[in-house]
């Protein structure tokens, strides 16, 4: 009796698996191809290669003050001066931000800075939102400074951030006998 409900156990278990596989298309024909994908993955170049991302000498950036504190732009905007940022106005925020970013800061710019300028920004101050202005002129980008805002993110780790966002982006490996 108990030999034959675990013989009945294994065969329900086995098919199950099997069942599985064919609704998830398991087997070696979806890992070839996940393989195939994998190799594909490698050779094409990633959307945020170095061509695309610009260096912080390239980024001119606004720095405004939201919260009561001040003093604050203008220490934000020396810190990021020596991080290697070009820096254009500092000063208070106007009227539509001041007193109204709770969090760490906005990061304004174009919309062409979506991709570009604004990631490299973000590198230098963790849980900063980002938004763009589809109307905006220029190249510019405005670090809007909040209430939440304590100090720019630690350089070495700003660093790290950087050189990832500027460096390859890894992808899932693939054996190498996949790939050949």
């Not at 810190?79 to 990061?107: C, H, M, P, Y």
């Not at 220029?138 to 780790?157: E, P, Q, R, S, Y």
């Not at 790290?160 to 790939?179: H, I, Q, W």
């Amino acid at each position: 009796m108990v030999v034959a409900s675990v013989a009945v156990l294994g065969v329900g278990g086995w098919g199950t698996l099997q069942l599985i596989d064919v609704f998830t298309g398991g087997g070696k024909q979806a890992a070839a191809a996940g393989s195939k994908a994998a190799c594909a993955s490698k050779a094409s170049p990633s959307p945020t290669a170095d061509s695309a991302v610009p260096k912080p000498a390239q980024i001119t950036v606004n720095v405004y003050n939201a919260t009561p504190r001040s003093g604050l732009a203008k220490s934000t905007a020396d810190e990021l001066k020596k991080r290697g940022f070009k820096i254009g106005d500092v000063g208070n925020a106007s009227a539509q931000w001041d007193k109204k970013v709770k969090g760490t800061g906005v990061l304004l710019g174009p919309a062409s800075a979506l991709d570009t300028s604004l990631p490299v920004l973000a590198t230098q101050l963790t849980g900063a939102e980002r938004r763009t202005e589809a109307t905006r002129k220029g190249t510019a980008v405005d670090l809007v400074i909040g209430t939440a805002f304590k100090n720019l993110t630690a350089k070495a780790a700003a660093d790290k951030a950087l050189a990832a966002l500027t460096g390859p982006v890894p992808t899932a490996s693939a054996s190498p006998k996949a790939c050949s």
